[in-house]
């Protein structure tokens, strides 16, 4: 399965995607504008100059959402050239860009889930999977996962508009779906860490409270635990071994190999990033 960035990046915002040996990311340091850089940090080139999240790359090409033109979605050649608007709806969140198809919700149709193929010649005709208001959108295999927000409980449904089923009455967010679970927090429950099956008959609820901004990449969970200072913390997807991995407040957690890159504080907008074990930190 070909996907344009992971569940847990898109989750968080999707300011950076890994693809072939390059990073994709949105380069704060100048205006959010769309960037590549090769993952040993050298031939850093710009590609696009609109500001822009949700970050996908599926062959030669990156799929974004371009906040500089009401968060439509646009495309650019890895190589800088064609820069396109490719969907005029605005206000569009939880782009994904999977096997030749977006999907993606926007605040302009109440969180309505879409599905949209695309290709070289550019995009299809879109089509409704689900009427609900999904949000935290995940697509896993042939499952979309979402909060539905019409009754705040977490749903799944499959991607072509089958078999939608609620999974739990919990009031679900910051859905990541890996590894056949599905991670969140919930509201209800004062923020508590849970993770259940993918087909809702299971659930565990791991040792953090008061969480936010989880990614789980690769057997471990990152989160900002908010009753500790919105520091960066992480544990074993199993909720052992919790380590501390900063002392700032940290936000949109995305994972790029063995580097995070991370938001900090309540008013600097910029990217920053370190390694996964909380070393060599630095500004994007």
Not at 174 to 202: P, Q, T
Not at 232 to 247: E, F, I, P
Request: hydrophobic share 30%.
């Amino acid at each position: 399965m070909e996907q344009g960035n992971s569940n847990s990046n898109i989750a968080n915002c999707g300011y950076a995607a890994l693809n072939e040996g390059w990073i994709y990311y949105s380069n704060t340091a100048d205006g959010g504008t769309l960037y590549k850089i090769k993952s040993d940090g050298s031939e850093k080139q710009k590609l696009s100059e609109n500001k822009c999240w949700s970050i996908n790359v599926a062959g030669k090409w990156v799929y974004y959402i371009n906040s500089d033109d009401k968060d439509k979605i646009y495309r650019v050649r890895t190589d800088g050239s064609e820069d396109q608007l490719l969907h005029e709806d605005p206000m569009t969140e939880h782009l994904h860009v999977v096997d030749g198809m977006m999907y993606f919700t926007n605040g302009w149709s109440l969180y309505k889930l879409y599905k949209m193929p695309v290709s070289d010649e550019g995009s299809g005709e879109k089509q409704e999977i689900c009427s609900d208001g999904c949000r935290c959108v995940n697509i896993e295999g042939c499952w979309a996962y979402y909060n539905n927000s019409d009754v705040n409980k977490l749903y799944r449904i499959k991607t072509d508009g089958t078999k939608r089923t609620k999974l739990s009455d919990r009031w679900a967010w910051w859905l990541n779906v890996e590894d056949g679970w599905i991670y969140f927090y919930d509201i209800d429950d004062g923020y508590a860490l849970v993770k259940i099956r993918a087909d809702g008959k299971e659930e565990q609820i791991l040792p953090a409270k008061r969480v936010n901004f989880i990614n789980v990449t690769d057997g471990w969970i990152y989160y900002s635990d908010t009753g500790c200072g919105n520091e960066l913390y992480k544990m074993r997807a199993d909720g052992t071994n919790r380590q501390k991995l900063n002392d700032e407040i940290s936000s949109h957690i995305n994972i790029i190999g063995d580097w995070i890159y991370y938001r900090k504080g309540h008013d600097d907008e910029n990217l920053y990033k370190m390694r996964t074990d909380g070393t060599e930190k630095g500004c994007v």
